[in-house]
């Protein structure tokens, strides 16, 4: 069970009266009373997304535009690298990418998805970080840029092969976005921001939609037979799967991009060498890990038995040894892979595919084996 | 044959001096799709209220207490192969473990059926 910590009244999203009327167990997440999973079941919505198509609400994510005051999108972007390694300079208008707000010390402040809108830049980020996200926005780009919170509008995500062809249904031109498209589209006449990208490891697409609207557009896409509403149960076991980061877990302020295997999401535009190198928090660590490494790394891992490994078993380097090398981060049973899988950080010397370490379960000493990621392979519209 | 049951959701079955355990419908639908089931070893000497096996979920690991003390006897195998009877058939094919019973006193604690019902009603 999820422990309250203090008695701030949750929140709720404007799908909430939905989500009841459809059913869902309601849990309090990130501040929020969010639906967990709808009748069926975890497992059944996890296989459901991956066949057909799933709908999750993800309104309590933080939704920001950053305003260039010069009117020219480019200063924006120019600002926005002050707080991320990824280069914003360079990403195309309808274009989205991931990123990161790192710290001084080179650890994750928060990850986020920042899109390209033409005039404007905008920014999606954790529910449970989007409160200080923008503070630390207004703190070093108020000279650059006009922050502006997006608190009226909703964020659902269609997920799984049937979504191009159920959103398409109230959005024909979604069919000739690829992967990481993203910009303003209307949606059964209703004003959206689209995007071609999830946490699913599936096609599909997010939605930002006015939150009066929220519940008509949701509605209106569950009219499909093949189209389910799914909880935050089978989003965890989705993203996992994918092989991709929950904050606060596998990445945090103790975890710089390098270390969290994110490299990939860091171009060379912002290296050593590159066009703009530097110029964000943590640099000089950042910059010198991607040039000679991290001495610990994230992986995936795959337990040799059934037995789930969850999030904070220690691992050790082999079933006797009492010094612990690293910790399992997220954990917990792929209904597609049909198998337990995990991932967690462990010393890069240790880090080759195949490798083998234990994980501690019940004071028993499990073997992983360093496993590839993503578990299920991705069928990103490229 | 006597069935009784524990606030936490455990079933025992009474025949003689052996209790075949389980855990209870209304148990294994709050857990959801079970994919993984720890069984005791046999010949382990349980003592009441501690940890005894573990279910696991999509979502998350409980563990299934023992309702009462006393030496596990059999395990049920099918469990560790097919996780999922624990949904299909919690109250029969999908037990758990035997237990000798060590001290019959310890049953008077339980609940029967009907109250086993209002605790979960």
Redesign the interface.
């Known amino acids: 069970m999820l422990a309250r910590e203090d008695l701030t009244p949750l929140k709720r999203t404007p799908l909430h009266g939905l989500h009841l009327a459809l059913g869902a167990k309601m849990v309090p997440f990130a501040g929020y009373e969010m639906p967990?999973?709808y009748a069926p079941?975890?497992?059944?919505e996890?296989l459901h997304t991956r066949k057909l198509a799933g709908l999750f609400d993800v309104s309590h994510m933080g939704q920001i535009a950053l305003r260039p005051k010069s009117g020219t999108i480019e200063d924006a972007a120019k600002a926005l690298e002050r707080l991320v390694p990824q280069d914003i300079l360079g990403l195309a208008p309808g274009r989205q990418r991931y990123a990161q707000f790192t710290n001084e010390d080179g650890g994750i402040l928060d990850d986020l998805m920042v899109a390209n809108f033409d005039d404007y830049l905008f920014v999606v980020v954790n529910a449970a970080c989007k409160a200080q996200d923008e503070a630390h926005l207004r703190a070093h780009l108020s000279d650059d840029c006009i922050i502006e919170s997006l608190t009226g509008r909703a964020l659902v995500a269609l997920q799984g092969p049937e979504a191009e062809r159920v959103l398409a249904k109230f959005c024909p031109d979604v069919a000739s976005m690829r992967f990481m498209d993203a910009g303003p589209r209307r949606v059964d006449g209703i004003d959206c921001f689209v995007s071609r990208s999830g946490y699913t490891g599936e096609d599909g697409f997010e939605i930002s939609v006015p939150a009066e609207s929220a519940e008509r557009l949701a509605t209106a896409l569950l009219t499909d037979s093949e189209a389910l509403p799914i909880g935050l149960?089978?989003r965890?076991?989705l993203r996992l799967e994918a092989g991709l980061c929950l904050y606060g877990h596998d990445i945090d302020t103790t975890t710089t991009p390098v270390e969290a295997a994110l490299e990939w999401s860091i171009q060379k535009s912002r290296r050593t060498g590159g066009a703009r190198p530097g110029g964000f928090f943590g640099e000089n660590k950042i910059l010198a890990q991607l040039a000679s490494g991290a001495p610990r790394r994230r992986v995936g891992l795959k337990p040799e038995g059934?037995?789930?490994v969850?999030e904070g078993a220690p691992l050790f380097v082999d079933a006797a040894s009492s010094e612990q090398i690293g910790t399992v981060t997220s954990g917990?049973?792929g209904?597609s892979l049909n198998a337990?899988m995990a991932m967690g950080y462990v010393p890069t010397a240790l880090s080759a595919l195949g490798t083998r370490v234990f994980a501690e379960v019940?004071g028993q000493r499990l073997p992983l084996q360093v496993a590839s990621m993503p578990f299920v392979q991705n069928t990103y519209k490229r | 044959m006597t069935t009784l049951y524990t606030s936490d959701h455990e079933w025992l079955r009474i025949d003689g001096d052996v209790a075949t355990v389980g855990i209870t419908d209304y148990a294994q639908q709050q857990l959801?799709?079970v994919?993984?089931v720890?069984l005791p070893k046999v010949g382990r000497a349980l003592k009441k209220a501690e940890?005894a096996a573990?279910v696991?979920?999509?979502?998350?690991?409980s563990d299934v207490y023992a309702p009462i003390s006393g030496e596990v006897l059999e395990v049920n195998d099918e469990l560790?192969g097919e996780p999922a009877l624990v949904n299909a058939d919690a109250a029969g094919k999908a037990w758990f473990f035997k237990m000798k019973i060590a001290d019959k006193s310890e049953l008077g604690g339980l609940m029967d059926e009907a109250a086993y019902k209002a605790h979960t009603a």
């Open positions: 967990v999973q079941g975890v497992l059944r996890h149960g089978a965890d076991s059934r037995a789930p969850r917990g049973f209904p337990p019940r | 959801g799709d994919v993984f720890e940890a573990v696991e979920s999509v979502k998350a690991a560790s």
